[in-house]
């Protein structure tokens, strides 16, 4: 019987759960090693099987109507000779037989004890909400169930991914042969956990797999214990050809005009809001207000319905309250319009699900596609394009952000703004009853005017599909992720606010990782990535070197380091004699260099120029201490000199500077960062945790090494 | 032989390492349960020893002359009749004469094998460089040797903080019988705890006890295996009494007369700037400028000397050239100042240890306590005292901060300075070679000025000193550390810089939170928890509630919570429907209470008053959305009455605040934090933070439930 034919033997009899054979059966088909074993019809026949098995065995009763053997006497472990074997036979028929008179009794399964010596490990497969098929790794026993100590992949899991999985559990060590144990063969445990994924993925009617204990040691993996249960095959998850996605996003992002449904001349309406910030936003196409009521709108003609605009129409902007929305997107779905942008809220998150459900069916029809409902609107500054209630933001740059929630769309403006963050896009995804994170993505993924990529996030419609346009992204430019939730705390207020539900964080962490996105641990983290990735060119190696004049703030810039995964370069000795040529002989050479704090603007030059020109270093971490020697712009303009004439030259190396000093340090970080170079006063943590944001970046898009 | 004579005859004999005999006396004196065992001569005595202790048992050659013991064949395990002892005891004596033919043989011993299903740990006592006796457990095998879940705390150890270790684990739920198994004696394990820490405080010579494993079940626990290291005694240190202290530092901190020894009229010099910052800063007592070549400076009479002075002189600056402090600071010491202010660079931090030395041994000798030498100086804005030689700095509060590197002293001043932060001091310590952080603690725990503490500190000179002083101070008043030098990368760098040696982190961590104080993770933490954390109330209890316009804010706010170690309270029945009262029938009660985007102040401040008025909620966190129906100065001002309304009322319960919203709520925040609500733009995870630090010390100050 093939695997196919056994789960569907198991539907069939409505049964969710495999037999111990069945599952066998499974992991043969698969490679999936697990102990020797077999039915015994007779006390004869069990010991005459363990002798080719191999002894000590377990016995165990085989019967449809025992489910819990244990309970039932019909479990003996660890029978050492073939007497041992018969007597067994017979006490666990008896046991049975008392348990439970008129069971049906198909025999003992003699089967091979392992363990012996071997480390107890979990394999196992789960179907998760957003991500669907994942195959989760850990070590057994009390680090995965009380330390939770595991890890998980999108399945199907390559052979890479699956010896990638050995080293990303916290112990693992314990593997590699921690305490003079013997290291386990980990090509076995690989392909082990690759034949979970494979198992799952092609037959996804198997809703969990759980291999607990697996016994691995230096011979091989060992599935003692196989638990697998069936269900429904999961629906399919439609997606539009990338092709197609990118022809409707490029219509959404670069319109040659937009019709603002709703457009009011009432100061205060949203609809003039949104009148006045296309217009006071530069936007350089057709203007089109719509409005039942007016021929004319701030001096643009207005229509009475979009049907009456002569011309294709790309966008169309809803400004109407959401009892109008239906009828108002047929005509804008008859029209044609690639892109309906639903600021209305009332829909989904105030509990209108038939609402949404309704306009999401309209636009589907009509192959419009919807972003929202309930947003703020979207900027695409390349275009001067401000569709939305807000206000203009007419700083270039080259970071799109998005944002599910209104509040963050406002800190992400407001942010932007104070900090003169250069931006190609802000997008509101809200409701995302349409429109979500992976059409964006595959808007950006192309789009030349965008160079990194900062999302906030409360679920995923479709995982998988976000992880594939990400991976795809990832390998030309950043994708930063704040997933809100992220705690268990956090997980139920998500549910509460968008209806989503919010897998465990762990697996999200794994597979955004997994997907080469930056996470970001906070808002302002998130921020601040955002502000700081896009400035800072991809280093080419992992060798940090850090540059002080304040040796107290080399100690904490350290420690920063490690907090952000960065490696100190151990200076070779002709790099470390150079250095010391320029510091004073009390400084320290080393990693930190700590230069010393009444050091002239030359030494900070030279020593910087030098970490700048040589090969071997891969970025530089600048700390610098306020004193009348260097004052803080001496300091921010010899930099901002030194970094740019060094990339002309060709060294071009992502550098961070922290600032300790009196309030003239603010403008200094401020001067760096206008140019280029990204720099924070008050704080060693930051620079370094947003050179650690691009390193795990350019680990992601395989750059590094 | 009683302990003492045990520890004195190994010492006697040069041996750094009691025998286990030896290890096994000082346990039973201390009532630490080990395997019974005995010595045997002969194979008879052996079998005999076994019958008595109770079978199976474990042999070992007892010899001085053989090390390894398991290497020489010596040690048998699971002898489980008397017939296998007698062969046992012959077969060790062969091969242990095979290994070593001379070796003298004073038996072998019999010993009790324990751990059959009890639970291994490791209890042990180490000597620190930094705080002496520390005492650790942890779980035995991976748990502690591969994932270093591990707790430390000084010895000696009450029974209750004991107790306490066994929570400190990450693994503290095996204790309590995880995976079904019997829970550990806890009372058992914690008595063995504080017995290895009575042993240590008892003998200061022993150096290190590696009680590895102890197995612990439901009966007890039982040292299966004792090693004790034993050593010089440490030397005491010297403490001054607190009243001496407190004398001291109060003619520092609130002296009538200070000299600047290198005052000087010149413009750039050091001296001057002393000077110029004393008499700008409005110091109202005597100034007393010293210098041999002048008259008068800034219009002020000058001395030659110190000597010259008339009348009590409390202070010395001291702005000359390294080489010149010694014969100054003998003057000093004659004239009877208590304390030398040591500017001058050029000391142990450049390489002079001798001269720092020099310095050291003269302010001993004449009873004055110096700060530094390689500092900033010092303010005291409650006295006008701003004696440094960097700006003055006028703005009072309560918060007095001490930096032990003069780059973060400069990243004090001008975060204090932009962010108005009132402080009552700030001090740099530098070198440290007299006055460190338990002198300042003594003074600042009496100091009304001061309601928190924040320190930067590279390196403890005296941990108990410190823990001892922090412990008074943090009954009253908050303790903010942070704690350079945390990673073993950054640990490695304070090494390069102080030449302090900086213990592995994890002690320090332990003992610092034992000590209640708040440990913050970087230099931005703790200047932000320095500025918030006197603004808030003490909290009365653990409940805290979220008050959020932004939903999206809300599941920002939650994850933060976890991070900070922060309860979200249940709401009760009655209290949901009072908030329900005030919100939208799509808003979310439960808590996060999420009020939505759209309301306006009256929703804020209904739902706030609720929120401070009921006496099971002990804290809020406000999320804020920017509205047009809300604008931020309108938040901030309805915030900052309703707050101030309700502690009118006797309501006082800490409230934090996240701004999310376009640039005016920067000004929203500051107008709140200017009226004691502590608020941030752009972050949910900064207000959260500091709520959590605050937490931490009400904890800590025993305040909480």
Redesign the interface.
């Known amino acids: 019987m093939d695997p196919r034919q056994v789960i569907e033997r198991a539907r069939a009899e409505g049964r969710a759960a495999l037999t111990a054979p069945e599952g066998r059966l499974l992991c043969e088909a698969y490679g999936i090693a697990t102990p020797g074993e077999g039915l015994a019809g007779s006390a004869e026949e069990a010991a005459e099987l363990a002798g080719k098995i191999g002894l000590p065995v377990v016995l165990k009763i085989v019967s449809p109507d025992i489910l819990h053997k244990t309970d039932a006497g019909g479990v003996l472990v660890g029978l050492r000779t073939p007497e041992e074997v018969r007597q067994g036979y017979d006490t666990i028929l008896a046991n049975a037989r008392a348990h439970a008179a008129g069971a049906r009794i198909d025999g003992v399964q003699v089967q091979q004890l392992v363990g012996g010596g071997g480390l107890e490990v979990i394999v196992g497969a789960v179907t998760d909400p957003t991500f669907g098929k994942v195959v989760a790794f850990g070590l057994g026993?009390?680090?995965v169930?009380?330390?939770k100590?595991v890890t998980f992949r999108l399945a199907p899991v390559s052979g890479d991914d699956a010896l990638a999985m050995l080293d990303d559990i916290?112990?693992a060590?314990?593997l590699r042969g921690?305490?003079g144990a013997e290291p386990v063969d980990r090509a076995a445990l690989a392909a082990l956990i690759e034949r979970v994924g494979r198992l799952v993925t092609d037959h996804p009617e198997i809703v969990e797999v759980d291999l607990n204990p697996v016994f691995a040691d230096a011979r091989g993996a060992v599935a003692a214990d196989v638990r697998i249960l069936v269900g429904d095959r999961p629906e399919e998850v439609a997606r539009l050809p990338r092709e197609e996605i990118l022809r409707q996003m490029t219509r959404i992002f670069k319109p040659r005009s937009v019709a603002v449904i709703g457009a009011s001349a009432e100061t205060?309406k949203i609809g003039n809001s949104v009148m006045r910030n296309l217009i006071d936003g530069g936007y350089r196409g057709r203007i089109l207000p719509i409005n039942p009521k007016a021929d004319e709108i701030m001096g643009l003609p207005a229509y009475k319905s979009v049907a009456d605009v002569p011309g294709e129409v790309d966008v169309a902007v809803f400004a109407i309250p959401a009892k109008f929305v239906a009828a108002a997107l047929e005509e804008v779905g008859e029209k044609g319009v690639a892109g309906a942008v639903m600021i209305p809220?009332g829909f989904a998150?105030?509990?209108n699900v038939e609402g949404q459900k309704e306009i999401v069916e309209i636009a589907r029809r009509h192959g419009v596609r919807m972003l929202g409902p309930n947003i703020y609107g979207y900027y695409y500054t390349p275009e001067n394009l401000c569709a939305t209630f807000?206000?203009p933001y007419d700083v270039r740059g080259s970071v799109a952000l998005t944002?599910?929630?209104?509040?963050?769309g406002?800190?992400i403006?407001?942010?932007s703004?104070?900090t003169r963050m250069g931006v190609s896009a802000i997008v509101g995804v809200g409701n995302k009853a349409d429109v979500d994170e992976d059409d964006l993505l595959t808007f950006f993924e192309q789009d030349d005017n965008t160079k990194a990529v900062a999302m906030?996030l409360?679920d995923l419609k479709d995982g998988r599909g976000f992880v594939d346009a990400a991976r795809r992204v990832v390998r030309q430019k950043p994708v930063i992720v704040?997933k809100?939730?992220?705690?268990?705390?956090?997980a139920?207020?998500?549910g509460?606010?968008?209806g989503a539900l919010a897998g465990d964080d762990k697996v999200y962490d794994d597979i955004l990782r997994q997907a080469g996105v930056v996470r970001a641990?906070?808002?302002?983290?998130m921020?601040e990535y955002a502000r700081a990735l896009p400035l800072m060119p991809a280093p080419q190696g992992e060798n940090v070197v850090i540059i002080?004049?304040?040796?107290?703030?080399?100690?904490?810039l350290?420690?920063?380091?490690?907090?952000a995964g960065l490696t100190?370069m151990e200076i070779p000795p002709d790099l470390d004699a150079a250095f010391r040529a320029y510091i004073?002989?009390?400084g320290?050479a080393?990693n930190?260099i700590?230069i010393t704090?009444?050091e002239p603007p030359a030494t900070y030059e030279n020593t910087i120029r030098l970490g700048l020109g040589d090969d071997r270093v891969h970025a530089l971490v600048l700390?610098y201490?306020?004193t009348?020697v260097t004052p803080p712009m001496v300091f921010a303009e010899l930099v901002a000199r030194v970094v740019a004439e060094e990339r002309e030259k060709g060294n071009v190396k992502p550098v961070v500077a922290s600032l300790?000093?009196?309030?003239?340090?603010?403008e200094a970080s401020e001067y760096l960062f206008q140019h280029g170079v990204v720099a924070y006063?008050?704080?060693?943590?930051?620079p370094v945790a947003v050179l650690g944001a691009k390193y795990r970046w350019a680990r992601a898009a395989g750059l590094l090494r």
């Open positions: 026993g009390v680090l169930e009380v330390l100590d916290r112990a060590e314990v921690a305490r205060g809220s998150e105030t509990g807000c206000t944002s599910q929630s209104g509040g963050i406002m800190a403006l407001g942010f703004r104070t906030h409360e704040l809100a939730g992220r705690t268990a705390m956090g139920r207020a998500a509460s606010h968008t641990p906070g808002l302002n983290d921020l002080t004049g304040a040796g107290g703030s080399g100690v904490l350290s420690d920063a380091c490690v907090d100190l004073p002989p009390f320290a080393g930190p700590d704090g009444g700390g201490w306020h009348i300790a000093g009196d309030t003239e340090v603010e006063p008050y704080t060693t943590e930051k």
